[in-house]
Structures are given as C-alpha cells and as structure tokens.
C-alpha cells in the first residue's frame, strides 16, 4: 500500500474566460507544483469547488492531474458524496484513471450516525483497492469525526489516512494514540503545530502559492530544525491567513493571478476577490518573492 508522507497541496481548479475548466493551465499547474518539490496534489477538495462541478468536469480534472503528474508524485482524488453509492462510483472512476488514493469527507447533510459513517466508509473500502485519506472538517461537513470515532475507523482496512482540519491540533496526537498507529494524520490547516504533534503530512491550502516552501516546512521539522522551520511558517503566516476562512478559493485565486498563473474566478455563489484583496495578494506575493517557473514542455 503507498506511503504518503510530507505536504500534498489542495488544489484549485483553473477555469477559463468562459467558466469551462482550463486544461492548459492546469497542466502547467501541476509542472509548477510538483518542480517546486511539492510531495503530492489532491485535486477536487473544496479548495477545488468539486461541489461546483459537474460529473463530467470532475473526471476531465482527475484524468489531467494523473496524467499529468505521472508517477511522479502521489495523486489522491477527491471523492465526497452524500450518497454512499456515487461516492464508491467516483472512488472507483479514480482508481481505474491511476489515482494513488482518494479524499473522502463524510456525508454532509444528512448529519450520520457513527455506524452509519462506518459504513459509509467501510463501503468505500470493500470497493476499491487503494489508501482512503478521511477528511474530517465539521465547518462545512456538519460532522465532527473526533479521535475515538477515526480510531474505529482505522479497523477498516484502506482507511489508513486522515485530513484533521480543526484547530485543535492535540487531535494528531490522540487518533495516533487510540487508532495504534493505524491511522496516519495529515494536518489540514495548522501545518506546523501538526507536523510538531506527530502528522505525517499536511494536505494543504497555502502550498497552492509557496509549494517550494511550504514543502520545505516538512523536511526542516523531519529533519529535527524545528527553530527553522517556525521561522519559515512565520514568515509565510500573512499568506496563511490570507488564503483561510471564507475567502480560501477566491484569495488562493487571486494569488495565483498575482503570481501570473490565473485560475479564473471561483465559481458562484463564491466572489472573487475585491480590488482590495487583488491588491493584498500582490503585496504577499512580492513581500514573499513568490514565482511560478516550470521547465516541462
């Protein structure tokens, strides 16, 4: 089974003038990213607007990815649905496009039982062969998945992976605890303080616009330079901050506008950024030196 392990960046997509997912720029995206040293991309998460999308644009972006990628650095594709039976269709579709795993949040409105969770996960499991990464994010999912419910999850077999997107990041330490190892944390927005507690990863917002640094952050904390690597996360909290809360699809956007990559605008009822946040975006990006170089044809 893989073994995924350092900074995964949650990816926007691209569209184009006419709202229609831009292929072109996508692919140079990923150049770009995985250049940059990032350790792996997960497209079609909410900083991907999946929600936005419909069936068929969800596959034309995971095909691009995987193929894009290929091989070179692990994909896990975003399969979240409400009904357990089209989130095993996409888990599916993903695994036979060459994904490496697959994201998956848990139903979000029907507000599930712990056994119904379980078998919504354990569903997925029986019909797919590869790692499942659970995304627990109870601001938009309606469900809280805390330690003692992800450690009963990691008795399923490909649950072997979770995205903890809470503030409390004493959670990394706890799933490790009560799951046995079982279960592998990815922090989902405090990046540092997780990698600290123990995660094995962060899946990503910030590394949409610094995948060279953010990358970084994981070989300077694996590496023991924890001083240096507070240091590199304090420098890069403004553009953190700027791409968390309400605004993350439009301000991780705008900087990649700023930055000469534009992805387009989020699609509605998101708004793009103001003249004010274009304008923060490119003060971040030149106070961060940031820049997009690829050398890939």
Known sequence: MADFRGTYTIMVTPFDAEGNVDVPTLERYVDWQIESGIHGLIPLGSTGEFMSMSDDEIALVARTVIDRAAGRVPVLIGTTAEDTRAAVRLSRRAEAQGADGVMVLPPFYCTPTDDELFLHYRTISDAIGIPIMVYNNPAVANVDLKPPLVARLSQIDNCRYIKES?????????????????????????????????AVGWAAVPSNGAPREMARLYDLVMAGQLAEARALAFKHFPMIDFVAGQSYVAGTKALLAAMG?????????????????????????????????????
């Open 166 to 198: 809470t503030l409390e990041v004493t959670r990394v330490r706890d799933i490790m605890r009560l799951s046995e190892g079982r279960m592998a944390v990815f922090g989902g927005i405090m990046g540092f303080e997780s990698y600290v507690e123990g």
């Open 261 to 297: 990559l534009p992805a387009g605008a989020p699609r509605p009822p998101r708004l793009p950024m103001g003249p004010e946040g274009i304008a923060a975006a490119r003060r971040l990006v030149d106070e961060l030196g940031l820049k997009i170089q690829t050398t890939t044809a």
